[in-house]
């Protein structure tokens, strides 16, 4: 089945302890991106990539990190999270780097609370 | 910089009942626009996209948009509502991020809370 796929989907963590969301794509997609979800403000983009070993900070980059090392995963880092990083965070691809028409497809999300 | 606005928060629309849930637009250049369902507890699930053509696009679960390109909106509707359909709607256009390099980034508004009433 085509999907893309978060690990873990719920995740409380504390202040300064660094994570990591995973998010994987069996669909061979070039692109792929992250977004954070909020009441009130809808989905933002935190950062995204274009293909192996090429990302770029998106709306909301601050306090983020990311890695495409392969096509088909690309981890979401936060080295010390605070309080204002609790989220909805959403991975998603679409198959070309341009992708003006394309259809973007996300995954179930991850719930992040930062105590 | 590209936009979206849903200005209503929430929608309430008896059962039955047709239903619309608005979307306006701004970007530079062609818009391609598109709308994304997010059920409780799950993540967004495509619903349709106008990209070109006729104005009248077709989607998931019988729902249907109408673009118009001189009050730059796409709203989405369906003839009649059903309780399955409570859930919340994202609308998103898609344009050149502002970094260049040829990239499309899709940017989404603050969506709308839709409950179809038994």
């Known amino acids: 089945e085509a999907q893309v796929t978060q690990n873990p989907r719920y995740l409380i963590t504390v202040t300064g302890k660094k994570l990591t969301v995973t998010c994987s794509q069996n669909?061979?997609?070039?692109?792929m991106s992250w977004y954070r979800q909020d009441p009130g403000l809808g989905l933002r983009q935190i950062y995204y990539?274009?293909?192996?070993?090429?990302?770029d900070k998106g709306d909301v980059p601050e306090g983020y990190k990311v890695s495409r090392k392969e096509k088909r995963n690309f981890p979401l880092i936060l080295e010390s999270p605070s309080p204002n990083q609790t989220s909805l965070y959403f991975c998603?691809?679409?198959?070309?780097?341009?992708?003006?028409?394309?259809?973007?497809?996300f995954g179930p999300g991850t719930r992040l609370t930062v105590l | 910089a590209q936009s979206v606005a849903q200005p209503e928060d929430q929608v309430n629309v008896a059962e039955g009942n047709p239903l619309t849930v608005k979307c306006t637009y701004s970007?530079?250049?062609?818009?391609?626009l598109f709308w994304y369902v997010q059920y409780p507890n799950r993540g967004l699930q495509f619903l349709l996209k106008?990209?070109?053509?006729?104005?009248l696009v077709k989607g998931s679960y019988g729902f249907e948009a109408e673009f118009n390109k001189s009050q730059t909106s796409f709203h989405l509707k369906k003839p009649s509502a059903l309780v399955s359909d409570s859930a919340l709607y994202f609308c998103?256009?898609?344009?050149?991020?502002?970094?260049?390099?040829?990239?499309?980034?899709?940017?989404f508004g603050k969506g709308t809370k839709l409950s179809v009433i038994p």
């Open positions: 998603a691809s679409r198959p070309t780097a341009q992708g003006s028409t394309d259809t973007q497809y």
């Open positions: 990539s274009m293909n192996v070993e090429v990302t």
């Open positions: 998103a256009v898609r344009g050149r991020a502002n970094s260049g390099a040829g990239s499309y980034q899709l940017t």
């Open positions: 669909m061979n997609h070039e692109y």
């Open positions: 970007v530079s250049g062609n818009p391609y």
């Open positions: 106008y990209i070109t053509g006729d104005n």
